[in-house]
């Protein structure tokens, strides 16, 4: 299934509450403009406010009919989660949407969150989980059936859960601690299908990936080159994505249709249709075995209500 969809096929998302996390740049930005340009009221969180003022002014001039704010959020904070939450419920009493894009990739050095977690597992996967859980009940609290779209990533096909050694206190390499925390992604976002239809709520759980996406945090990583093998790296890494990738635009269109198209199927996984699912059109994207492995999941959920000391189930 190829679709030649842009965001101007999505149907109006006016009266409609969305959740942007990291959308202050690159794939979040993107997607919370189109959002915002079907009618919704969107939230752009992210964790630096400079960047969500330049943020909004930015969207302000793009869509100047549109209703956007920010609201700070940290994903390597279990405790900035709860407060986002909290204060988010002071403001609505429910969510249409919530994309869960934002992330970390690659430092070369293994780092923490504020919780001790690894820095990508933390950020990429289990913050997320975390604000899905604790905004399940805003979720289940609007009319229709909110979305919950987890951007995965083309890394989660080479990804693999070392559940004896989830935060890398052992072993840790930059691109092994990123697939698997893309890979926990994917598995979030079927799971969560699975258990939104065993207990009946009104959530729909979909995930989307970008392909090779000019953004940022592709291109620039998370952290300064060290040496000449990492600047000859993300020069070549640069140059790839320059050839065979596609801009943040395009990348957030299997997002934006996750999000809003009718024909986005609960479960279901989009990406590019062109080569590799680099570029292209919306298509279904392919889904390694790990992430359909139903004992895998469970596992993962369970160690993931430990870890973050939510329940999502």
Request: glycine share 10%; net charge positive; aromatic share 6%.
């Amino acid at each position: 299934m190829t679709v030649h969809w842009d965001i101007t096929q999505a149907p109006s998302l006016k009266g409609k509450v969305a959740v942007v996390t990291g959308a202050t740049g690159g794939l979040g930005y993107a997607t919370a403009r189109g959002l915002v340009s079907r009618g919704a009221e969107v939230i752009l969180a992210g964790r630096n406010p400079a960047k969500g003022a330049a943020a909004l002014e930015r969207l302000r001039a793009d869509c100047p009919d549109g209703i956007a704010d920010f609201m700070a959020l940290d994903l390597a904070s279990l405790q900035s989660i709860a407060d986002f939450t909290q204060n988010l419920s002071g403001r609505t009493g429910s969510v249409d949407i919530l994309v869960n894009n934002a992330g970390i990739m690659g430092p070369q050095k293994r780092q923490e969150t504020a919780d001790g977690f690894e820095l990508q597992f933390g950020t990429n996967y289990l913050g997320p989980f975390a604000l899905t859980a604790r905004l399940r009940p805003l979720l289940c609290a609007g009319k229709g059936g909110a979305r919950v779209v987890t951007v995965a990533s083309l890394a989660a096909l080479s990804g693999t859960l070392v559940f004896d050694d989830l935060q890398a206190r052992h072993h840790y390499t930059p691109f092994g601690a990123y697939r698997q925390s893309k890979l926990a992604d994917l598995i979030l976002a079927l799971e969560l299908d699975r258990q939104a239809r065993q207990h009946g709520w009104p959530i729909h759980s979909i995930a989307a990936h970008p392909g090779w996406a000019m953004t940022d945090i592709a291109v620039s990583r998370s952290s300064s080159p060290q040496g000449l093998r990492e600047r000859l790296l993300r020069r070549a890494t640069l140059v790839a994505f320059t050839l065979f990738g596609q801009s943040a635009e395009h990348g957030a269109l299997p997002i934006l249709f996750a999000a809003t198209a009718p024909q986005a199927r609960d479960g279901g996984y989009y990406g590019p249709d062109g080569w590799g699912e680099r570029r292209g059109n919306v298509t279904e994207a392919i889904v390694p075995p790990a992430a359909r492995d139903l004992q895998l999941a469970q596992r993962l959920w369970q160690v993931s209500e430990r870890l973050t000391g939510t329940a999502l189930s």
